[in-house]
């Protein structure tokens, strides 16, 4: 299964959402999965792509030609396989198109942006394919809780919930995975 991850690029976090993406990775790449991810080096992207590689597993890079062009110089340089973008949003399309799951780690704005999109998409019947949010360390409660709230006070479809899966631990994540 080629899988998309998202999550941070800012290598300024805690170490725990590293070590626990890495090991996740390194799993998934031990299930024979494949990571198809924006291409950074460091922080949650970074360890992802080395977790998958550390367990056999392919990886591909989705990066925009002006990263390249502005000399951004925290890209994974080992992937087996890049494709290079004019724009983000063709960076979103072709990773979106190339995943058959989708893994959102922790991260920032980017990843909310990735998430949102990819969810709006599952919600609106674009695509059937799981989402996993992985939610290390209670990461992500606090969209959660907006989450549900949102959809106490009515702003969300029935069924919109229901397009994702919150998972605190890798089992949760691969057994998610597994069974959809």
């Known amino acids: 299964m080629n899988i998309c991850l998202y999550g941070a690029a800012n290598d300024n976090i805690d170490r725990k959402y ?27 992207m970074g360890a992802a792509a080395r977790g998958f590689q550390a367990g056999g597993g392919k990886v591909t890079g989705v990066v925009p030609r002006f990263f390249k062009d502005q000399g951004i110089e925290d890209l994974y340089t080992k992937c087996d396989k890049y ?31 990735e998430f949102f999109q990819v969810l709006t998409l599952k919600h609106l019947g674009v695509h059937n394919k799981p989402i996993a949010v992985y939610n290390i360390d209670g990461f992500y409660d606090t969209m959660q809780n907006m989450m549900l709230n949102a959809d106490r006070e009515g702003f969300l479809r029935s069924h919109t919930l229901e397009c994702y899966r919150i998972c605190t631990t890798e089992d949760e994540v691969t057994s998610y995975l597994r069974n959809k």
């Open 18 to 44: 590293i070590e626990a993406t890495f090991s996740l990775c390194k799993k998934l790449g031990e299930h024979g999965h494949a990571l198809v991810f924006g291409g950074g080096g460091v922080s949650v």
């Open 83 to 113: 494709i290079y973008t004019y724009t983000l949003a063709e960076r979103k399309s072709i990773m979106e198109d190339n995943a058959e799951a989708f893994i959102i780690a922790p991260g920032g704005i980017g990843t909310y942006d």
